[in-house]
């Protein structure tokens, strides 16, 4: 990047990660697309000699409203040496508020002027407005934001008139979100001196299966990122601002959403696809902690974490990326992924890769305490599985025609417990209903006797299983001394994870013990 930093900037900034990829200028490689390293006179074009070295990821937390865009671009222009591709997500709460203008459309008579004065619309018209207006975005970005606005209000006008939202609809709706930030953000850069370029990612770049609100990223768009993102001639180095959480589909060019962590994903397909080391994502957290910071105190951040805990933790509901955001990291074989907090800095964050540092297995025997509230828990019992094929088969088949997955399992000679998050199932009210149909299911198959019984918490024990023992000997002990009950153990045949069922009314005392038993 051309723009210097100022000194309270690089102050603030004190604490930058060790590990990130440093800016280089270099010949066009394989994915800087070696095609146009010569300019058409013969002669070595010096604009095609750079690539993007980082990826910085920014969700909407981070994006709330102008001062924190501008936090946002002193982090960008604090690393001069680094020439990145930055991922946006949609500003604060805009997604949201465009789900429920969608929503309450349905309600309208298609009347213009009525669609225009939504809240929803109203709020999103106003945080843009007011964000430009603070940022001093150039008239020609604010006039193709003030275009986008206009159109999303046509989009709502349809809703209204054909009475119908579907989820091709809704994928729509969100991605003026995205388009927004995005633009105005590379317009803020360019105010500061900083050469910055918007790119939508839905414009020949990530294609996607025609899931229209959780759409699949397909091979091609590998190719086509290392393609749009190459030094084009005449171009020097510049910062890449590209929307998050957006594709287009295959077959019907319809726009789509990438489903939760989308903008994380968007961020880590870049990184496997330009060939980079890391991907920082920027979040509001200092990493990835070793507990919830909200009912334990004196948590600690991690400095490590492999992919495979980071999912464990992610699958269990701790604040990390979502499983499928990992992916292509993993695939890679040599990117890793860097959480990092947008509000302090300082903070070296956490570094997710494909293995722990080798100090962790030695000092620590767990990276994090993860506490999942509101569990059901299912008592299968049957004298009919002892030494009998098949059994496992039929509950898990029951299951599956019921729609149900199932978190945490644990077997005997003649039963089988499992957990269940009715929340994630079905509606409050209906809950009750389909946990009684569940039941009746079995028995009147007469596969087995079922017991339901709900307000648990599962703790799980993230870290090195394979001294399971130690860990299961401290945390009961731990657990006792509070006079805690247990009531199911789980092993993870990931290797990485000890699950514990305990009451609900009991989860946030067990997680603090068991914190305080292994770090503190």
């Given amino acids: 990047m051309s723009a210097t930093t100022s000194a309270p900037a690089r102050a603030r900034v004190s604490g930058r990660a060790r590990g990130l990829g440093r800016w280089r200028r270099r010949r066009a490689t394989a994915t800087t697309a070696t095609a146009t390293a010569t300019g058409v ?38 690393f001069p040496e680094e020439t990145p591709v930055v991922v946006l997500s949609a500003m604060g709460k805009t997604t949201n508020d465009l789900l429920r203008a969608g929503e309450l459309a349905l309600r309208c008579d298609g009347d213009h002027e009525t669609i225009e004065t939504m809240e929803p619309l109203v709020a999103v018209r106003r945080l843009h407005e007011e964000t430009m207006a603070a940022l001093g975005t150039d008239a020609a970005t604010a006039e193709e934001v003030r275009r986008l606005l206009k159109k999303l209000e046509q989009v709502c006008v349809g809703v209204s008139l054909m009475q119908e939202c579907t989820s091709r609809t809704r994928a729509l709706l969100v991605s003026f979100g995205e ?14 001196g900083t050469a910055a370029e918007q790119v939508d990612s839905i414009d020949d770049m990530f294609v996607t299966d025609d899931v229209y609100e959780n759409g699949a990223v397909l091979d091609e768009t590998y190719e086509k990122i290392q393609a749009r993102l190459a030094p084009r001639p005449g171009q020097g180095p510049a910062v890449r601002v590209v929307t998050g959480f957006l594709g287009r589909g295959i077959k019907t060019g319809a726009v789509c959403t990438l489903g939760r962590g989308g903008s994380d994903l968007t961020a880590t397909v870049i990184g496997k696809a330009l060939g980079l080391e890391e991907v920082q994502v920027w979040k509001d957290v200092d990493g990835v902690l070793s507990a919830d910071p909200r009912e334990v105190s004196n948590t600690v951040p991690m400095p490590f ?53 080798e ?50 399992v644990a077997t005997s000679e003649v039963s089988v417990s499992l957990t269940l998050d ?24 007469g596969i087995a006797n079922v017991a339901v019984s709900s307000g648990h918490s599962i703790i799980s024990l993230i870290g090195n299983v394979e001294r399971n023992n130690e860990i299961m000997e401290r945390a009961f002990r731990a657990l006792g001394s509070k006079d805690i009950k247990v009531k199911m153990v789980s092993q993870g045949a990931s290797k990485t994870n000890i699950s514990l069922l305990v009451n609900d009314s009991q989860g946030a005392d067990a997680a603090r013990a068991i914190h305080a038993e292994f770090f503190e």
């Fill in 422 to 445: 009715p929340s994630k199932l079905w509606e409050r009210d209906l809950a009750k209903e389909e946990l009684e149909k569940l039941k009746l299911d079995f028995e009147n198959d």
């Fill in 41 to 78: 006179d013969g002669r070595v074009d010096d604009a095609l000699d750079w690539a993007h070295t980082t990826v910085m990821k920014f969700g909407g937390s981070s994006l709330a409203d102008a001062a924190r865009v501008r936090e946002v671009g002193a982090i960008v222009r604090s």
């Fill in 179 to 192: 388009r927004m930030s995005t633009r105005i953000f590379a317009s803020y850069l360019r105010s500061l």
């Fill in 359 to 408: 100090d962790l297995h030695k000092d620590w025997l767990l990276t994090s305490i993860v506490r999942k509230k509101n569990v059901t828990m299912l008592d299968i019992t049957s004298t009919r599985m002892l030494g009998q094929y098949g059994f496992l088969a039929k509950v898990f088949n029951i299951m599956a025609t019921n729609g149900i997955s199932v978190d945490v």
């Fill in 305 to 357: 974490l492999s992919f495979q805990e980071a999912t464990e933790l992610a699958y269990f509901g701790a604040q990390v990326l979502h499983p499928h955001s990992m992916r292509p990291a993993m695939d890679s074989g040599k990117l890793a992924v860097r959480v990092k907090n947008s509000y302090n800095i300082r903070a070296p964050g956490t570094v997710i890769g494909h293995k722990r540092a």
